[in-house]
């Protein structure tokens, strides 16, 4: 008996001595991590205008938004819809296509390096402003701001990269910065717009200046930024075996039937089938997609159930509470 309860004495010394020496080493690495960072990561006037610049590629890309909601009750007309139906698609195309662009690119950045996705998003919303300043018909604006929405949802992944480059005594800058850029367009972007869409053919240049700007802020990008390739550490043919392809083929119909049915409800009766079926099948799509995330063992699913389990849910619903 004496014997035994040694035994568990000593197994218990030895489990407790391990742990310190875990909880040891944790906080050492740790430290050592902070101290790698704050010195690998040193503020130049580079680092300074590669920030600058991912928080251009940030703000942007959302020029369209703030314009066209100032513009759309007369710019549908001007564009041959006098019923002025076609409006209601226009900002919802740009927010529903950043949403899924966002979402793709938020887990996949983590495997192949924020730089390719960022630059793809500047080009998809650059080409989004220059189909809609092309636009001769309400159809062709509407796709011009979903493709220019789904370039966002991937420029949106500068708010990752400008804290990536920054020690932690400056990531508040770079995260006002590129605030800033937001904030501005949003006060000036209106303002803008409702002077534009009163002089006749002016609204096309509200497009074109996105173009131009979201094209320097590409060239700029392509040039000075640099980040590492694979975040994670993962090999491209690993990261590429391991993508949620299910998953992205349920969310993207799932997300765009479901806002079919709700936008038609803004001019259709809620029995009419052209708001029941695409509504249901998007509902049911979605379902089939948390069903996806949560039981499948995909490596690498772009919503990883973690996330809203971490601290009990608490970690994912606070910050919505708070905010």
Not at 144 to 172: T, V
Request: proline share 6%; with cysteine.
């Amino acid at each position: 008996m004496a014997i035994g309860t040694a035994t568990t004495h000593d197994a218990s010394a030895e489990k407790s001595s391990i742990e310190v020496r875990e909880k040891g080493d944790v906080a050492h690495a740790e430290d050592h991590n902070n101290i790698g960072a704050g010195a690998e990561a040193p503020m130049t006037w580079k680092t300074w205008l590669v920030i600058f610049i991912l928080s251009s590629c940030f703000g942007l890309s959302f020029w369209p938004v703030p314009t066209t909601a100032a513009m759309q009750g007369k710019l549908v007309v001007l564009l041959g819809d006098v019923t002025g139906v076609s409006s209601y698609w226009f900002i919802p195309a740009y927010t529903t296509g950043s949403a899924l662009g966002f979402l793709i690119a938020g887990a996949n950045s983590d495997l192949f390096g924020r730089r390719l996705f960022l630059l793809f998003g500047e080009v998809l919303a650059a080409l989004g402003m220059l189909v809609s300043a092309t636009a001769k018909s309400p159809e062709q604006l509407t796709a011009g701001l979903a493709i220019a929405g789904f370039g966002g949802g991937f420029c949106q992944m500068a708010m990752c990269s400008i804290p990536e480059l920054m020690p932690n005594r400056y990531r508040h800058i770079g995260i006002c910065l590129s605030d800033g850029f937001i904030f501005l367009i949003v006060i000036v972007g209106p303002v803008v717009g409702r002077y534009a869409i009163d002089d006749g053919n002016s609204w096309i240049y509200i497009f074109y200046g996105g173009f131009v700007a979201q094209v320097i802020s590409l060239v700029a990008l392509a040039l000075l930024y640099f980040p590492p390739k694979h975040p994670k550490g993962v090999p491209w043919k690993q990261a590429i075996r391991g993508l949620d392809y299910i998953g992205t083929l349920l969310v993207i119909p799932g997300v765009c039937l479901a806002l079919v049915g709700i936008i038609n409800t803004t001019y259709m009766s809620a029995s009419d089938t052209l708001v029941i079926a695409p509504l249901v099948v998007g509902v049911v799509l979605l379902i089939l997609f948390g069903l996806w995330e949560t039981f499948s063992k995909t490596e690498y699913p772009l919503c990883p159930p973690r996330i809203f389990r971490s601290h009990k849910g608490r970690e994912f619903t606070v910050p919505f509470i708070i905010a």
